[in-house]
Nanobody
Framework: QVQLVESGGGLVQAGGSLRLSCAAS????????MGWFRQGPGKEREFVAV????????YYADSVKGRFTISRNNAGNTVTLQMNSLKPEDTAVYYC???????????????????WGQGTQVTVSS
């Protein structure tokens, strides 16, 4: 069973940057979609970004488009989320997730992802 471990969260001022990483172990990685989701205080979990199993296709939530970049390294079993120009509304716990099936078209629906990390806190101060 795959295990996903996120790292790189922290406290940053508005306008700053953070780079989140997710390391996968104990299962296959390269044939699965990988996504990032977040859950802010008092909010439901929401989609942030997804990357295809080849790495050739990416989708972003409108709220982060142009500021965040998702990438993956299939040889190293890692996926990263580069976050620039951070805003206080980006404050949330960020989760890495692997899709339920292999070679799927990119999806933004949380229920299409079956393996989740424990999350990493990102706090953006104004």
């Amino acid at each position: 069973q795959v295990q996903l471990v996120e790292s790189g969260g922290g406290l940053v001022q508005a306008g700053g940057s953070l780079r989140l990483s997710c390391a996968a172990s104990g299962g296959t990685f390269s044939s699965y979609l990988m996504g990032w989701f977040r859950q802010g205080p008092g909010k439901e979990r929401e989609f942030v970004a997804v990357i295809s199993w080849t790495g050739s296709t990416t989708y972003y939530a409108d709220s982060v488009k142009g500021r965040f970049t998702i990438s993956r390294n299939n040889a190293g079993n890692t996926v990263t989320l580069q976050m620039n120009s951070l805003k206080p509304e980006d404050t949330a716990v960020y989760y890495c997730a692997r899709s339920r099936g292999v070679r799927l078209r990119p999806t933004t629906t949380p229920s299409d992802f079956g393996s989740w990390g424990q999350g990493t806190q990102v706090t953006v101060s104004s």
